[in-house]
Structures are given as C-alpha cells and as structure tokens.
C-alpha cells in the first residue's frame, strides 16, 4: 500500500506562479515513476508530468516550458512547480504512482487561475 498526500493548490493570477507537493508513504521502495495529472471540470483526466526515479521526465505538450516537476527521493516527495499559469490550468492536480498494475491516487488539489 502505498498513501499520497497533495498540497499546495490555491488560487491565483494569470502569470502567476504554484508549487505543488505530493508525499508518499508506506512502500515507497516499491516507488518508480511518480505522476501528476489533472482534471478540469467536463474533461477527463490528463497527464501533466512523469519523473523516474533516475531523474528522467516527460511533459504534456500544453505545460511544456512552463512547468518542472522533480522529486527528492530521500523524502519520497514530488513536486510540480507551476510557472506562467493560465485560466485553462484551472483543475484538480492529482498525485499518482502505478506499482505492479495498482494505481494509487492522492486526494488532489485544486489549482485555479483566474483574475
């Protein structure tokens, strides 16, 4: 079992900037990949940003340039740091890891853009 934990989301600007953490515990040595994906109201859910646990990363095409995840390893810990938000990365940001076919989710955070 493997329990994720999302925080910082809020509200703010266009332009603005977000961090988002996600911790996880219980078998983290099980722990690769570590996700981020989003739901915006009506759309299903899309992947924001992968990191392996070697460092390696992939981005959705709408956040590249914008967006950096990372992770700290020791703290089994990723983080998703936000830059030049706009209204449409308005959603749910949901923290998740895959482990031997399970997908675990944290509980999101929502993210909302606006003026």
């Known amino acids: 079992q493997v329990q994720l934990v999302e925080s910082g989301g809020g509200l703010v600007q266009p332009g603005g900037s977000l961090r988002l953490a996600c911790a996880a515990s219980g078998r983290t040595f099980s722990i690769n990949a570590m996700d981020w994906y989003r739901q915006a109201p009506g759309n299903q859910r899309e992947l924001v940003a992968t990191?392996?646990?070697?460092?390696?990363?992939i981005y959705a095409d709408s956040v590249k340039g914008r967006f950096a995840i990372s992770r700290d390893n020791a703290k089994n810990t990723v983080y998703l740091q936000m830059n030049s938000l706009k209204p449409e990365d308005t959603a749910v940001y949901y923290c998740?890891?895959?482990?031997?076919?399970?997908?675990?989710w944290g509980q999101g955070t929502q993210v909302t853009v606006s003026s």
């Open positions: 998740h890891v895959g482990i031997l076919g399970r997908n675990y």
């Open positions: 990191i392996t646990r070697g460092g390696s990363t």
